[in-house]
């Protein structure tokens, strides 16, 4: 049976690898759907592996306990990549300027800012594991054959994309607040006379997306590798800006993206 | 026009130099021949993103056309030995742009037929290009690699295919020359030529532009075959001039620096002249500034980003921008 367990192993990592892709693109599509189009993820998320390592390192070293660790780590990868986020706001927002140009910035600024200090720091840092998520075998589902190996002897950020797309759907299309996100983007003139706050709307939605993809970069680098390495994303944002089909799909899903009545 | 790159500006706060020696120390001509050495393929690549943007279409894949072009010039190299000089690098150009022009072949298409955003396909073309590279010389296996080579790597090009040096005892080549005239013959096409006012009418107005009959499907078509090209263009002056056979890690990323250059120059071929040999001077001097001081060379990438930055938080430009815009019939969204 060398061959059930080939199965199990790449479909496990498969998982892995996937959790990135799959958190930075709840938060690439919240933001295109608020209408702010963020092709700066892969800096963010270059960003949350960088400070995720440094901050689950600097944790350990101030001897906490693992748990108090990872959530130092997490928060400060989200904190991280959400500050590139806001510059990307301010930039693209409020002082209405180009999307592209402003996110390719954001994401030189990353890939030359983390090498840089990363450079820095490697004499302390070294090429040490830092503290990172273990598999975090759920009880009952881990015994599920095939599947359970697969899909729950994950760590809990894995476990965190399992729930986090319906959470977002549900938010996005059953309530008020998604509905005003969906509008601002749809037609922000139309969302604007309704009384919605779009920029207020985009702001968060920017934010949230940084925070998305700090989380993506923290799940990079502290789900497996639990190291950092110069531009370790590799082009990763830049897939996760695009997969959710939203112009990259072309006239069809345009055609079927719902539009407000236009003289409004 | 004097040039102050990053080394030797280290140079002088390491050496306590006063600013009045230190047009001494400036006019360092080997100095000023790495940074125009360096400059040559980023004011390509420049000009090939200035066309893109200028006419609205974000062709931010020079890097992998950059790649592709650099092959496609190293293949007639190596096997053009016997043709005359002249000859081999014209058709070794040639070759460069087709192939710089065939690495965006299909994110154009898409682009003409479906619709679909160029930012994204021509980004990911780069890392398809740079693999791809990889494998055509992939030590002992690749089908263009040296076959007793350790590094991946080429064959040498034919000698007779060098570009000359045009600064005696520098690696200075004649392809800065013919970048300028590039420069020079773009921004001529732009400002004087039918196809260069369409061009700025779809950059401008695209609704505007499609009313005045401008087949603007078509003319981005062209226009990002042309840019395309132009970029591959920057990989076969380099492997030409400089580098003389393809090597893995080819170029440290001119085709991104092409954005900056661009974005300085206002997205104006000609400007790309002024602005390349800033980036170009960063770059020569990241090396030595590296080993000067210890500072990192990725500051170089920082100090790129933040002058993007900058630039385009200006209130000024804005302002400007705000006064010549088209009011977009889809309000404030992200496509204009």
Known sequence: ?264 | MRLISASQACRIARAGTPWSEAPEVLGNRFSLATAGVRMTPILLTGIAVALSFRAGAFNIGAEGQLYVGVAAATFVGIHGDGLPGPLLIVLSLVAAFLGGALWILIPALLKFFRDVSEIVTTLMFNFIGILFIGYLIDPGRGPMAQPDAAFAQSPPIADSSFLPSIFPGTSLHAGLLLAVLLAVLVQVLVTFTPFGFRLRMIGSGLTAARFAGVPARRMTLKLMLLSGGIAGIAGGVEVLGLSHALYLNFSPGYGYDGITVALLAANSPLGSVFSAPFVGGLRAGANNMQQVTGLESSLVVVIQALVILFLIWDPLRRRLQRRTRVPEPEGWGPDG
């Open chain 1, 1 to 264: 049976m060398a061959d059930a367990s080939f199965v199990v192993d790449v479909g496990d990592a498969a998982i892995r690898s996937a959790t990135p892709l799959a958190t930075a693109t709840i938060g690439g599509v919240v933001c295109e759907k608020s209408g702010v189009f963020n092709i700066g993820i892969e800096g963010m998320m270059l960003t949350g592996a960088f400070t995720g390592v440094v901050a689950s390192y600097a944790a350990a070293s101030a001897g906490l306990p693992t748990a108090a660790t990872l959530l130092v780590a997490v928060t400060a990868a989200a904190l991280a990549a959400m500050a590139l986020a806001l510059v990307h706001g301010l930039l693209c927002i409020t002082n209405r300027a180009d999307q592209i140009v402003s996110g390719i910035a954001i994401n030189l600024l990353a890939l030359g800012g983390t090498s840089m200090l990363y450079r820095k720091l490697s004499p302390t840092l070294g090429q040490e594991r830092v503290t990172g998520f273990d598999p975090l075998p759920l009880p009952l589902l881990k015994d599920i054959p095939a599947v359970g190996p697969v899909f729950f002897e994950q760590s809990l950020l894995v476990y965190l994309v399992y729930v986090l797309p319906f959470l977002v759907a549900l938010v996005m299309y059953r309530m008020r607040w998604g509905m005003a996100l969906r509008s601002v983007g749809d037609f922000a003139e139309c969302a604007d006379a309704a009384g919605i706050q779009v920029r207020r709307t985009r702001y968060l939605a920017v934010l949230f997306s940084g925070a998305m993809a700090g989380l993506a970069g923290a799940a990079l680098a502290l789900g497996a590798v639990k190291v950092f390495m110069p531009n370790m994303t590799a082009g990763r944002g830049f897939i996760v800006a695009r997969s959710d089909r939203r112009r990259a799909v072309g006239p069809a899903a345009r055609r079927a993206r719902l539009r407000p009545v236009r003289p409004c």
